[in-house]
């Protein structure tokens, strides 16, 4: 795997719950419809960026467990983290750190949860372990859309299930085990 595609996938992985990191409390948001959905995020900055598409299965029980492990990642790793509606959508703007990735972004989420969710996300990033990356902080610009595509879960698939490019499948539960394998991660 080229080095820049596996850090854009990780960061894929990380960002599967940007739904849930965005809640500051997991009735924030409204419940996104069970079934199967797919998600397409889009990294315009910095250049270079891919498409990462993913499927997930969700159901109420793992929406929710989506949203509060999201939570607890962000009360983690963001010393700012300041979430307010706007209009039909929420405005998020956040300053997180992940290990040396360092980030001040300003999301906006948009969409009815149930058959379209579209997240962006602006900002700046210092710390990216890319080839070539530069020292000083990088404009970064990502679009997640999220599809509904069906109540049936397809492929094998069963809730909290999420499929990566590749076939790199995981459920939310072994997710959580995620923060318990990076104990020496320094966060803020």
């Known amino acids: 795997m080229?080095?820049?595609?596996?850090?854009?996938?990780?960061?894929?992985?990380?960002?599967?719950?940007?739904?849930?990191a965005v809640a500051q409390t997991?009735?924030?948001?409204?419940?996104?419809?069970?079934?199967?959905?797919?998600?397409?995020?889009?990294?315009?900055?910095?250049?270079?960026?891919?498409?990462v598409?993913?499927?997930?299965?969700?159901?109420?029980?793992?929406?929710?467990?989506?949203?509060?492990?999201?939570?607890?990642?962000?009360?983690?790793?963001?010393?700012?983290?300041?979430?307010?509606?706007?209009?039909?959508?929420?405005?998020?703007?956040?300053?997180c750190a992940f290990g040396p990735i360092k980030s001040v972004t300003h999301t906006t989420i948009s969409g009815d949860f149930q058959s379209l969710v579209t997240i962006r996300i602006e900002g700046t990033t210092r710390g990216l372990p890319l080839p070539g990356a530069q020292k000083g902080p990088q404009e970064t610009l990502m679009t997640q859309t999220s599809r509904w595509m069906g109540a049936t879960c397809t492929g094998g698939l069963v809730p909290g299930d999420i499929v990566m490019p590749g076939g790199i499948k995981f459920n939310?539960?072994?997710?959580?085990?995620?923060?318990?394998?990076?104990?020496?991660?320094q966060v803020r």
């Open 2 to 20: 080229h080095p820049r595609t596996a850090v854009v996938s990780a960061l894929a992985a990380a960002a599967i719950v940007p739904l849930a």
């Open 26 to 51: 997991p009735e924030a948001l409204p419940t996104r419809k069970a079934g199967h959905w797919e998600m397409r995020m889009v990294t315009e900055k910095p250049a270079g960026g891919s498409e």
């Open 53 to 95: 598409v993913t499927q997930m299965c969700i159901d109420a029980a793992t929406d929710r467990e989506m949203m509060e492990f999201g939570l607890r990642m962000s009360r983690d790793t963001c010393k700012r983290y300041d979430m307010k509606r706007h209009g039909k959508g929420w405005v998020i703007d956040a300053e």
């Open 172 to 185: 939310i539960r072994q997710m959580k085990g995620l923060k318990k394998l990076l104990p020496q991660l």
